[in-house]
């Protein structure tokens, strides 16, 4: 394949069972893009292609910097051999994805500070009741700008659903060591605690190098002990106990004990990197509208811009997990101060002031979280 559309064709950068993303150059704007392809064996398939399209309009539909855009489609040349089969154009981020990171490892405040960038993309989603239901770290992509400060940004949005919609879903899709219990188990009703889920496991796997629990198929998490909770991790990695209950909590069996929104989880993981490295929030950047010429274009590409579909891998086997007592609710008593942006307007020493009292506010409410669950260890006992 030479050309698509108007777009020239370098090199293929990930497959799935769905598509092929390849790696093409704009040359009328002179610019690197990446390619979505149907596979030809789906083309026929009226579902999986109407979920294709619906992906591209998706990721047209919402303007924000925290989505890779999607700027045109097209459908491919009928003599080519293959023709008929949908194509999207998007945005290339070229910083390579959140998986390239897991697996060279990174020091535990900035992986918290990237999922937490990672939450806030994903509540933007949820804000235009969108569910992403496959959030995986090569789902997560890294955008670096001249300056050094990072961007998470959301990509394949193949399996997403809009809320409205959900009752008519058909298809169990997402990659099982991410996925949520109630996805595994196809319930049709799912919420954006499917993917606070994801995202809590995400970090764990970011801060570790694993996902929380050993999942090599769907049928792994069916037949989970709904009790199993995941391995305590702050000690290993420096963090205070309090990451350990937010881990706990977002990784909870029961939807309904997990924080309700990715924006509160965000606020928790800021709160605990701030702990760790206080000066690393200067190297991490998520601007509401940063123009579009901000958006960095480099030459290699990323391990994965996957597409829909991807066969999951089997994770590594590792030590069995201790097991903890059941999770509590998160706390619903999270200052909401937390969760609103600072005025620009206001003096430097007032920001600093209100910042300090909204992380004091945050770590008080988390500390409050761990002591509640320590007594009903005591309880328990």
């Not at 239901?133 to 659903?161: F, H, I, M, W, Y």
């Not at 009703?189 to 970011?206: F, G, I, K, P, W």
Request: proline share 8%; with cysteine; hydrophobic share 40%.
């Amino acid at each position: 394949m030479e050309k698509v559309g108007r777009y020239r064709v370098e090199q293929r950068i990930g497959a799935g069972s769905f598509a092929t993303v390849w790696l093409g150059h704009d040359d009328e704007l002179d610019v690197p893009v990446a390619i979505k392809v149907l596979a030809d064996n789906w083309s026929g398939n009226t579902d999986v292609r109407n979920r294709f399209l619906a992906e591209a309009r998706i990721m047209r539909r919402i303007r924000d910097p925290r989505l890779v855009q999607v700027y045109d489609i097209g459908t491919l040349d009928e003599n080519d051999g293959a023709g008929g089969r949908p194509y999207f154009v998007m945005d290339y981020v070229a910083g390579g994805s959140l998986n390239d990171l897991r697996k060279a490892g990174l020091e535990p405040a900035r992986a918290l500070r990237l999922c937490a960038g990672a939450c806030r993309a994903l509540e933007v989603l949820h804000q235009h009741d969108i569910i992403h239901r496959d959030v995986t770290p090569g789902n997560l992509l890294l955008s670096v700008d001249d300056n050094g400060a990072e961007r998470v940004l959301v990509a394949d949005l193949g399996v997403a659903k809009s809320l409205i919609d959900a009752v008519g879903a058909t298809m169990t899709a997402g990659t099982p060591s991410y996925m949520a219990p109630e996805q595994a188990a196809g319930v049709v009703q799912l919420d954006r605690r499917a993917d606070v889920y994801s995202l809590t496991a995400v970090t764990y796997a970011m801060l570790t190098g694993l996902p929380p629990f050993v999942v090599g198929s769907i049928s792994d998490i069916l037949t989970r002990d709904p009790g199993l909770t995941p391995r305590p991790i702050s000690a290993t990695v420096g963090g205070p106990p309090s990451l350990d209950a937010v881990m706990l909590s977002g990784l909870a069996y029961d939807r309904e004990r997990r924080p309700p929104t990715a924006e509160l989880l965000a606020d928790g993981l800021e709160t605990i990197a701030d702990q760790l490295d206080p000066g690393s929030a200067s190297r991490t950047s998520w601007p509401v509208d940063p123009p579009a010429s901000s958006w960095s274009h480099r030459t290699k590409p990323p391990e994965s811009v996957l597409a829909t579909g991807v066969t999951p891998q089997t994770s590594p086997a590792r030590a069995p997990q201790a097991t903890m007592a059941p999770a509590s609710t998160f706390p619903s008593t999270m200052p909401t101060a937390a969760l609103v942006a600072e005025p620009s307007t206001l003096p430097t020493a007032a920001r600093r002031s209100a910042r300090t009292g909204y992380a004091v506010l945050t770590l008080a409410a988390i500390v409050l979280f761990a002591l509640s669950m320590v007594v009903t260890v005591m309880l328990l006992r």
